[in-house]
């Protein structure tokens, strides 16, 4: 079996760390050296840095040196387009803060969004989209909808879905488009961060209207969830774990530990704090964290995958560690055995079986609600587009964005009895059989594994005509 690649075979990944373990010339020259022995191609440096996230780290220790290999001028392509990204995502939060005021719907930013505020140079932090929390799902949706106002449209390729915890509490994600000049927004909801099958990282509730970045520590979870749901580690993750290390406390590392070992991620976080403690220059305290977080990991754990370009290596890894790992994310909020063989069936069937959303003459059967079983949640327009076209129709799909408000009165808050957020607690509308979710005028038909009965499609159709 060829041996998996460790951070030292990648010494561009040093670039990437907001505190390199080695100087910024050192680094340059191992990386020099590579290229002229024929290891790695420049281009290929560049994608590695690329591929983790740490782009605009890497261009601002590059200018501190001279930079003999050329790795800026590889980079700039890369850095002109994350600098157009983050005025997309200025254009989103400023959007979103404004519209959860507005709405009275308290909002956690979430990821980049709380851990770039405490990186030494806070415009060095990349994000892809906006991602942000609220506590239920009607919150989600009612912020959806608002955001679909303001020309945002349901991804289509990520479409919305839900799940429930053993006690029954919704949780999920809904992520939408922007129009030119915003960047996508990732709305998460519920009482944690989802990851892999059953696995549920606990979040506070967010509180005062409007947008507010979640606390460092808290924002651990999301970071490890969504890292532990790629598998793979990048440097990004890295650093917001050097970054979170800096003011941890011991009370505060064991309560992460626990609740990475509920996810079954204890594993995934002591190789984080690994390849941290082997890339990046690290205090006396940040040390010690990061020596507990390998210590409460797994004896004998694997060398962690980290994003070095082979990514479609990971592929079978990913299916295997999901899989895995759903029989103990299952053991944290059951006993059963059968119900915890069960999710791990579940969590293989979903890498296998087609869930892409079909329109077919299926029996319109109803569907009971159920521990983690993933409900995709299907526009009722991108559905009437499949049943006339077919399952390709949805690449064409031109999204679903609603009419703007006519005037300030109604884009106030909708009325009617409130929820403490502000959103009304009667907005999400089950069918008989849960076949259709209807949140105002929105309509969306439920599938799990992509199957849309045919009749349920036109029944529901009916209805909105």
Partial sequence: MPRRPAPADFPELQLGAVAPASPVAETLHRIAALVRSGVRPLDRVADVIRRNRAVLVAADHLATVPDETGLT??????????????????????LLDRLGT????PVWGIKGLSSRADYPEPRLRELRDADVCVTTANEALALADRLRRHGYRTDHGELPWIKQTSDG???????????????????????GYSTGHCGLLPLPAPTRPGLRPLPPVANLRPMLGNSGGDVHITVKDVNDLWVAARTLRPEETAALVADARRAAL?????GIARVVLEITRTDDDQRGVLEHLVAAGPGRAARPVVATGLMRRTAPVRVLRTTGRAFGQAGAHTGSLPARAGAVLGAFAFYVLPTRPRVLAAPALPRRPAPW????????????ALRRGGAD??????????????DTAASAPPTGHRTGSGAPDDGLRWSPGRRTLTHGSSVFVSTVWGVLPRTVVRDAGKAER
């Fill in 73 to 94: 001028r590889e980079l700039e392509p890369f850095v002109a387009e994350r600098i157009r990204r983050a005025a997309t995502l200025d254009a989103a939060t400023g």
């Fill in 102 to 105: 507005e709405l009275g719907i």
């Fill in 169 to 191: 509490t919704p949780y999920g994600q809904y992520k939408l488009t922007g129009p030119d000049g915003f960047a996508a927004v990732d709305l998460h909801f519920g009482p």
């Fill in 266 to 270: 204890g594993g995934h976080l002591a």
């Fill in 373 to 384: 079983r993933c409900v995709r949640l299907v526009p009722l327009e991108l559905a009437r």
């Fill in 393 to 406: 129709a949805g690449d064409l799909w031109p999204g679903d964005p609603l009419a703007p408000p006519a």
